[in-house]
C-alpha cells in the first residue's frame, strides 16, 4: 500500500511561527525595513545638535569671503625711494641667504659665493631677477629691477665681490609735444 499521508508535499506535521504569507512579510518588515529605519534617526539625532549655521558666527566675515572680488588693485607709492640693498635683503633675502637654506649661498661667505661672483654682476642679477633652483623670481618678493641689484650686490660685496652700487634709473624723460 501507498503512503497517501503526504499527498500536496506538506509536512502537517511541521509547525512554526510563519505559517502563511501574511506572517512571513510582518517578519521581513521586523527583520530589516524596521532596523534600516532605526538606524536612519540614530544618525539624524547624533547629526543634529545645536551646531550654528555656516556664516552665523561672524556674519561680516563671512559674507565678506563669499563676495569677494577676483582680482586686486594695489595702488602704490610712485615717489618712494627705492630700497638700499640691506633693506632689500632685510626684507626679502635674509631668510634663506642668512641660514643657507635650500642650497643658497650664506651671507658673507667668500668661499660659496667666489664661483658665482666669476660669472659677473649680470649672472647674478639675472638669476635673482628670473630665480633659480628653489628660489622664486626676486626670492619672492615684489621689488623693481633696480631694487633687486642692489640687494644682490650688497650680498655679492659681503661675499668677496667688488661690484659698484648700482645708479638709480634716469627719471622719465618728459613725453614729447605732439
Known amino acids: ?20 504569507p501574511k506572517q512571513l512579510l510582518v517578519a521581513v518588515g521586523f527583520s530589516f525595513i524596521i ?3 532605526i538606524i536612519i534617526g540614530l544618525v539624524y ?3 543634529s545638535g545645536n551646531k550654528p ?11 565678506a569671503e563669499r563676495i569677494q572680488k577676483v582680482g586686486m588693485v594695489e595702488i602704490r607709492d610712485a ?9 632689500v635683503f632685510k626684507a626679502q633675502c635674509y631668510a634663506c641667504h642668512l641660514t643657507g637654506a635650500a642650497g643658497s649661498p650664506k651671507f658673507g661667505d667668500a668661499s660659496a659665493w667666489g664661483p658665482r661672483i666669476k660669472n659677473g ?11 633659480k ?4 623670481p626676486q626670492g619672492g618678493g615684489d621689488l623693481s629691477d633696480f631694487e633687486v641689484a642692489r ?16 645708479k638709480p634709473p634716469a627719471a622719465a624723460a618728459s613725453e614729447p609735444a605732439k
Not at 549655521?53 to 559674507?63: F, I, P
Not at 654682476?121 to 630665480?131: C, E, P, T, V
Not at 633652483?133 to 622664486?136: A, F, I, L, S, T
Open 133 to 136: 633652483g628653489n628660489m622664486g
Open 1 to 20: 500500500m501507498s503512503d497517501t499521508s503526504n499527498v500536496n508535499g506538506h509536512d502537517e506535521a511541521h509547525t512554526g511561527p510563519i505559517t502563511n
Open 53 to 63: 549655521a555656516a556664516g552665523s558666527v561672524d556674519l561680516e566675515r563671512a559674507v
Open 35 to 37: 532596523p534600516v529605519f
Open 79 to 87: 615717489n618712494r625711494a627705492p630700497r638700499t640693498g640691506e633693506q
Open 121 to 131: 654682476f649680470d649672472a647674478l642679477w639675472n638669476s635673482a631677477l628670473k630665480g
Open 151 to 166: 640687494g644682490v650686490v650688497y650680498m655679492a660685496n659681503a661675499g668677496g665681490a667688488k661690484f659698484e652700487e648700482p
Open 45 to 47: 539625532f547624533v547629526t
